[in-house]
């Protein structure tokens, strides 16, 4: 009995001692854990009270995307963009150098950088060319062979409708106007044109007034009239001399001098005709 007395004792004693001390007893050893579960995270493993879900996934730790850093102000400036007429110009300049290098230093090398950039040269211009040609074979607007074919069966078709067109419009002035046909006796050029101009009379309708102004005659006008005021108010002084004279308005067109064929005749009849209405559509030059 005195012998567990005096254990009892030495217990209380270390036990009291150790508080002194700073020894951690048992429930503060309890506690301490306490808040070290606390503060771990609560995962499946740790979690008693939820038991062993073996089928739930762990938990992922996010990871931060590593952002790439920008790109930083005042680096290389980009190339300049070259406009196409740029390019042509560079292109030019280019073949103009390998044709200058070849010339004075005659190398094989050389040679076949000048061929290469002729071939280059020479394969765009065809490939324009075909591409212009079909461009215009769908653009009739823009194209020029419509109005001016060059085919001989286009260009044989195109006269047969002006013809038809010219020919009803002569019928319609011969009705309205009338021509008057300066000559001179001793002409060679008016006994040549003479000829020509009485068929045409005949064609369209056309009334001739003929002034001779030497006071002789022609074969196709042998009674001519001899009206030198009348020549001379139309400074005629080269022969022969067409006019057409509108005897309602009282006006008059110069049709031409000198000596003219069957086509010349027409086109500058017509040509008079639109001066004299004030609708001219043909230019000068078209009057030959």
């Known amino acids: ?19 002194s001390q700073g020894v951690p007893s048992k429930q503060q ?28 996934d762990p938990i992922q730790e996010v990871e931060e995307e590593v952002k790439k ?12 963009t070259l406009s196409p007429r740029e390019l042509l110009k560079k292109q030019g300049e280019q073949w103009e150098d390998a044709l200058a290098t070849a010339i004075l230093e005659p190398t094989k090398e050389n040679y076949q950088r000048y061929l290469a950039l002729t071939a ?43 013809l038809t067109l010219k020919e009803s419009e002569l019928y319609r002035l011969s009705q309205e106007n009338g021509l008057i046909f300066f000559f001179r006796s001793d002409c060679p050029f008016c006994h040549r044109f003479a000829p020509v101009l009485k068929r045409f ?4 309708g056309f009334t001739i007034i003929p002034v001779s102004l030497d006071g002789g005659s022609l074969p196709e006008y042998p009674y001519p009239k001899q009206n030198y005021d009348m020549g001379r108010k139309l400074n005629v002084s080269v022969v022969p001399a067409l006019f057409m004279v509108n005897p309602d308005s009282n006006s008059v067109s110069t049709v031409g001098y000198g000596y003219s064929d069957w086509t010349q005749l027409i086109t500058k009849v017509l040509f008079a005709a639109q001066q004299l209405e004030g609708t001219a559509t043909l230019k000068v030059g078209d009057v030959r």
């Open 1 to 19: 009995m005195r012998y567990i007395l005096a254990l009892l004792l030495c217990t209380l004693m270390a036990t009291a001692q150790a508080a």
């Open 29 to 56: 050893n309890s506690a301490s854990q306490t808040r070290q579960e606390q503060a771990r995270p609560k995962t499946y493993f740790s979690d008693r009270e939820r038991g062993w879900f073996w089928y739930e």
């Open 69 to 80: 850093p920008e790109p930083v102000a005042g680096g290389a400036p980009a190339a300049p």
């Open 120 to 162: 280059q040269i020479q394969q765009q211009s065809q490939d324009f060319a075909t591409g212009f040609k079909q461009a215009i074979w769908v653009t009739p607007e823009y194209d020029y062979t419509l109005q001016k074919p060059r085919t001989t069966q286009a260009i044989v078709a195109q006269n047969e409708q002006e």
């Open 201 to 204: 009379s005949e064609q369209y």
